[in-house]
Every structure is written in structure tokens, then in C-alpha cells.
């Protein structure tokens, strides 16, 4: 008799210590999923933010006059490089919108300047800032998924008591820029 409840209770420290590592495991890989996925929205802001000194070169010398519109741009795209790779990501989306409204209205110069809108360089860059702006829109995509199924986990259980071991907390969704 005492021999079967040492078995059983062999067996259910056996189960959870299973359950435990399965959930440190399983909880650490989602963390990480979001860190990469916010990683991934780092690059395409990154990559936007890289375009703006040519904008700005490029409506510069058409529209030399229209400073205030070229410097607000520049601001904006210095905030959003700030922004990136830092831990908050209200504050990539804060700065994601600054420089979304400022880039709005130099590509709006280009519909008041027609040596402008035909410029090849111009158009090019309307187009990279386009293929950019898909791409970005994936990557906040992609990280909100991987931030609901972590945000999933840590509220269900059991996960949800294994959840402080592996260090694993609720995260931010990114929310989608306002533009101001």
C-alpha cells in the first residue's frame, strides 16, 4: 500500500515537472516569436525611415521654397530612428505616425509641382515608400498575431502559473498609427 502512493506520487511529480518544462519551453518560444516579429517591424521602419533624406533631396530641389514641410520630414524621420529598437512600442507607433503625416505632405508637393510628379526619382520613391509601407503593414500584422497567441498563453492554464517561472508577460499589441 505505501508502496503504491510513493509510485503515485512519483508519478504525479513526474507529471508535473513535465508539464513544467513543456510550458517553459512552449511560453519562451512565443517571447521569442514576438521579440523577432518586432524585430521584423524594426527593419521596414528602418528601412522607411532610410528613404527620407532622398525624399527630401528630391522635393529640396524642386521645391526649395516649401522648407517648413522638408524639416518637419526630417524631424519626424530622426524621432521615428529613435524609436526604433526601443522598448516601447506606443512609441514606434507615436513616431510611426509623425513621420506617416509628414511624408503625406511632401508627396502631396509632388501633386503641386508637375516637374515633380513626372521626376523619375520621385516616382521611384513613391514606389519604395509603397512597397515599404505593405511590408511594414505584414510585419505590425505578424507581430500582433504572435503577441495574441502569447497573450493566449499566459492567460490559460496551466501556462498560465508556469508563465512567471519562464519570466513571460503580457505584451503590447502595436497599435496602427495616428496620423497627426
Do not use: C
Request: no cysteine; proline share 3%; glycine share 6%.
Amino acid at each position: 500500500m505505501v508502496r503504491a502512493v510513493l509510485v503515485l506520487v512519483l508519478l504525479i511529480a513526474l507529471a508535473v515537472l513535465i508539464v513544467i518544462v513543456v510550458g517553459y519551453n512552449k511560453l519562451r518560444s512565443a517571447d521569442i516569436r514576438v521579440s523577432e516579429a518586432l524585430s521584423g517591424i524594426d527593419v521596414e521602419l528602418t528601412r522607411r525611415a532610410s528613404l527620407i533624406p532622398s525624399l527630401v533631396h528630391t522635393v529640396g530641389t524642386v521645391a526649395a521654397h516649401e522648407q517648413a514641410v522638408l524639416n518637419r520630414v526630417a524631424r519626424a524621420g530622426a524621432e521615428l530612428d529613435a524609436a526604433t529598437g526601443g522598448a516601447s512600442v506606443a512609441q514606434r507607433s507615436a513616431a510611426e505616425g509623425h513621420l506617416d503625416s509628414a511624408v503625406g505632405r511632401v508627396l502631396a508637393l509632388g501633386q503641386g509641382y508637375p516637374q515633380l510628379s513626372s521626376s523619375n526619382n520621385f516616382l521611384n520613391l513613391q514606389q519604395t515608400l509603397t512597397d515599404t509601407e505593405n511590408k511594414l503593414a505584414f510585419a505590425r500584422q505578424y507581430y500582433n498575431d504572435a503577441v495574441a497567441a502569447v497573450n493566449r498563453l499566459i492567460t490559460t492554464m496551466p501556462w498560465m502559473f508556469v508563465a512567471p517561472i519562464a519570466g513571460v508577460s503580457e505584451r503590447e499589441f502595436y497599435q496602427t498609427p495616428r496620423l497627426t
